[in-house]
């Protein structure tokens, strides 16, 4: 068949290269247009188009899918449209333009966390399990028939930027394989089933860890932020940025926010047990071991707010 591919982040790539690998033609890549990356806000092109370029494949580069883009598209004869995490809405006419539509690869069991940051506001939920889906993409979002599903436990070593990157290899392979049955005409999809729920994008006060809570709720918080936008407390009214926890159901219990060290391990209290500190970044400063940061400070207790 001849594909034409969107998409845009990292974990778009192995599908990319995996359909570039396979028996089908890529006529296109679509994906967003090159914009400032780092601290010297460098132009750069998304990791999609950096791949897509590797492989030798056309680009169109498009933060809209306008009319002129929609023309693009339609030029190329394309038999599917193939869909990861590009960052833009497929409308019609574009929506039908290819022979068979648009698939997309969705890093959530549908129709829960439908919406922009299904991986993260999974592990903040702490749901027990996720894993990604393939689906006919219509004009509703995220709500198309699901043609094929893969499923995974969530542990407490996930976090969104380690799981992201899992299911974007074990998702690519699920994408491959359905784009290989829509070609040979043996694919079979089922509507959704089950209360949608929505998965809205992470701003930077969804990364602050609440000591108040319970050490569950504020650990799956954890999970869900980490790598981006980052996990923070304040400390003196500055962001502490919190790179690494784990339970410490162990210890005695602390009063919420009060962070000590105890028997050689820097914990901090939450209304329940207490979490203890592996790797932390003060504000102004490189990441370090917390029991680094805890010496350098020389303190009995801090109090985070």
Known sequence: MRLVFAGTPDAAVPSLRLLAGGPHEIAAVVTREDSPQGRKRILTPSPVAQAAAALGLPVIKANRLDEAVTAQIAALGADLGVIVAYGGLVREPLLSTPRLGWINLHFSLLPRWRGAAP????????????????FQLVAALDAGDVF??????????????????????????????????LADGSAVAVPQSGEPTPAAKLGIDDARLHWSEPAETVFHRYQGV????????????????LHELRHARDAAALPPGHIRSVDGRVLVGTASTPLELLRVQ????????????????????????
């Open 119 to 134: 991986v993260q506001r999974a592990l903040i939920a702490g749901d027990e399990r996720t894993g990604a889906d393939v």
């Open 148 to 181: 094929g599903r893969i499923e995974r436990p969530i542990t407490e070593a996930d976090t969104s930027a380690t799981l992201l990157a899992e299911l974007a290899v074990s998702g690519g392979a699920l994408l491959a394989r359905v784009v290989d049955e």
């Open 226 to 241: 980490t790598a981006e936008p980052g996990a923070f407390t304040l400390l003196d009214g500055a962001r502490f940025k």
């Open 282 to 305: 003060p504000a102004g400063k490189t990441p370090m071991n917390a029991a680094d940061w805890w010496r350098g400070i020389a303190a009995e207790e801090v109090i985070a707010e």
